[in-house]
T-cell receptor, first 115, second 111 residues
């Protein structure tokens, strides 16, 4: 099992450019999440999808959009990148019912720099 | 809104010594989770505590959930260089399974 796969691993954007971060999980999880992590800080929730077909805002959604393409895939889009969006982005998934564990499985992250 | 705070922010530990890191929530939690993130890596789920006063052990790591379910602790015995990393606690918001993460305790081990 690959778990949670994120692409790309690294990206440099110019201010104003757009891009989509991809995330796919192969664990048949219902819920998926996008977090950002800034240096020396914890993880802040950007958007989440409790189940296929639903998405909702997290703590820091401004400047981002998401798409839950199907049960496996959850993408994060930056429409017009800003230097404040320089961060490490983590996708995570979990299945809150029937597994006995609510722990998240994280992808390896996308390190994004906006110049 | 719900806040989760961890202390200390940094912990320098001599190899072989014990230490404890603490997690405090502004609200009562249905459960608390702990994650470890190695330098340059991603968070990895360690454990979940659900019951008031619950204590769980994983080798040299002991996790405790407070009686009021608003705080938790992680105690590491005989610290090793493999323990280096940042330890995060996280608790779910009242609605749904969205986790609020603490700021983490970054552990540095002196050999």
């Amino acid at each position: 099992n690959a778990g949670v796969t994120q692409t790309p691993k690294f990206q440099v954007l110019k201010t104003g450019q757009s891009m989509t971060l991809q995330c796919a999980q192969d664990m048949n999880h219902n819920s998926m999440y996008w977090y950002r992590q800034d240096p020396g800080m914890g993880l802040r929730l950007i958007y989440y999808s409790a189940s296929e077909g639903t998405t909702d805002k997290g703590e820091v959604p401004n400047g981002y959009n998401v798409s839950r393409l199907n049960k496996r895939e959850f993408s994060l889009r930056l429409e017009s990148a800003a230097p404040s969006q320089t961060s490490v982005y983590f996708c995570a998934s979990t299945s809150p019912q029937g597994t006995g564990s609510y722990g998240y499985t994280f992808g390896s992250g996308t390190r994004l720099t906006v110049v | 809104g719900q806040q989760v705070m961890q202390i200390p922010q940094y912990q320098h530990v001599q190899e072989g010594e014990d230490f404890t890191t603490y997690c405090n929530s502004s609200t009562t939690l249905s459960n608390i989770q702990w994650y470890k993130q190695r330098p340059g890596g991603h968070p990895v789920f360690l454990i979940q505590l659900v019951k008031s006063g619950e204590v769980k052990k994983q080798k040299r790591l002991t996790f405790q959930f407070g009686e009021a379910k608003k705080n938790s602790s992680l105690h590491i015995t005989a610290t090793q260089t493999t323990d280096v990393g940042t330890y995060f606690c996280a608790g779910p918001k009242a609605a749904g399974n969205k986790l609020t993460f603490g700021g983490g305790t970054r552990v540095l081990v002196k050999p």
